[in-house]
């Protein structure tokens, strides 16, 4: 790999093996370097290949306003979440959480700390990936000295969820929200008291989880209004809990139930609510 742009003494553009550009990270890397010598591989931290051109012009602004150490802290973190979830994330990771961290550090040092409102939901729907975020607390403390709130746990939690499943971080929030009170009129209507702990609970939230994705991303539906009627005059109980979820989604988020969406959902509450808890 060879230099072919120099942004600053910790960052330079170069070409990987299949000829595309990328952004290369590492302390010292650019100094002292000059365009066509050969990328010094003991000095790199990372290799951010971006999948568009947006992407990677957001990701040279973010790494040339951020401390090196910030960045380093945050490429651990990063790393520490794809191999706990066994999984890869894009690069837009990156932006999102080392953006995030670094206004985080800035606000422990200004006693300008933020409450994190969905951290209730976060713990106990995202639970790996609150743990990832309880872990990074810990890799900032070891690396920076310092110890960012739990509420820091909870938002970069978010980060990893919006990258898992959807490119839109409001959309990650407001399937937090949504799968919270569903299941709170679901805990209220049948006066359960579920837990993670329990298979057919942890399936649920599972099941729940993948529809709320495709129905906050508007998917196509096919309307099954007459499917849906018949299922409610078979079990009138299940259909009273899912017309509380409509109204629910209808008042608190402005969404609009199909024929569909309630069919799968009475199906998911009948099989729920003939579990054993």
């Known amino acids: 790999m060879r230099v072919t742009k120099i942004i600053n003494n910790n960052l330079v553009h170069s070409e990987n093996e ?29 290799i951010y290949v971006g999948s568009t051109s947006e992407t990677k012009n957001k990701l040279e602004l973010l790494v040339q306003r951020i401390p090196y150490e910030h960045i380093s802290v945050c490429n651990e973190i990063i790393q520490y979440a794809k191999d706990t ?10 932006i999102g959480i080392t953006d995030h961290v670094n206004f985080a550090i800035e606000r422990f040092y200004t006693n300008t700390a933020v409450k994190n409102g969905l951290l209730w939901e976060i713990q106990e729907f995202y639970r790996q990936e609150y743990a990832i975020g309880l872990k990074a607390l810990d890799i900032i403390e070891k690396r920076l000295g310092i110890r960012l709130p739990e509420d820091e746990a909870g938002f970069l939690a978010l980060h990893v969820v919006n990258n898992e499943t959807s490119p839109e971080m409001s959309n990650t929030i407001t399937e937090a929200k ?9 805990k209220y209507e049948y006066k359960i008291n579920m837990s993670q702990k329990n298979s057919s609970y942890g399936q649920f939230v599972s099941t729940l989880k993948f529809f709320l994705k495709g129905f906050l991303e508007k998917q196509p539906q096919n309307d099954a209004e007459e499917v849906y ?20 989604c209808e008042v608190g988020f402005g969404l609009l139930l199909s024929g569909e969406d309630k069919a799968f959902l009475i199906f998911q509450v009948r099989r729920l609510s003939k579990s054993n808890y």
């Open 18 to 46: 299949k000829g595309e550009d990328v952004i290369v990270f590492g302390c010292g890397i650019g100094f002292k370097t000059h365009i066509g010598d050969v990328v010094d591989k003991e000095k790199i931290d990372k």
């Open 85 to 94: 979830l066994g999984k890869t994330l894009d690069d837009n990771i990156y």
């Open 178 to 186: 949504m799968l919270f009170g569903i299941i709170n009129i679901i």
């Open 229 to 248: 009627s018949f299922l409610a005059k078979k079990w009138p109980s299940e259909a009273r809990c899912v017309e509380k979820i409509k109204k629910y």
